[in-house]
């Protein structure tokens, strides 16, 4: 049966979890602790559709300043993109538009040839802090045109449907094309 290699980026600010996100997928772990992702970090993952195997390799990008140069080299050929933000983050949630488009606007990521992608809401298990609602997460997703979910790293809440999304829509994209 053929495979099907596709890249996803998972892009946000700083400190909202891009990586744990990736953790709780890839270990089904959580860590407490912050530590900073330098650069970028790549990991693989595996899914298997009725239509034939899809291999995902998911670049998670490091969101302090310090990487802003270096980011553009990672965004190069991927088919999905991840938006995430902290949903107990007002200024997270803010930095989302200009972000996705100093995205789009990187020749790798113009919009005819950038397939599909997803807008995060993470840390909803942070319930009694929350900066941001349901509807404006949905409201801003609805105008990127990006699916929305909303996740916890911490009890692993959407966290597979938000990575099958990923591999499923590059698949389905792809064939649609
Ligand atoms: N309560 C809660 N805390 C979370 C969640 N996800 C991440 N955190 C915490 O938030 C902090 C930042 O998480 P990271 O995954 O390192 O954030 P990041 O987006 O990868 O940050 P950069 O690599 O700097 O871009 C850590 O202290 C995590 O433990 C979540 O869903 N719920
Ligand atoms: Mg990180």
Known sequence: MAVELYKAIIVGPPNVGKSSLVRRYQKGEFRDGYTATVAADLSVSQFDFPEGKVV???VDIGGQETFAGLRNRFYEGAHHLILVYDATSR???EKITPLYEALTEKICIQR???LGGSLVANKCDLDG???VTEQEGRLLADLLTLEFFMTSALTGKNVPELFHFAAAESMRLRRAS
């Open 56 to 58: 995902l390799t998911i």
């Open 129 to 131: 802090e929350l900066e």
């Open 91 to 93: 200024s997270s949630f």
């Open 112 to 114: 005819e040839h950038f």
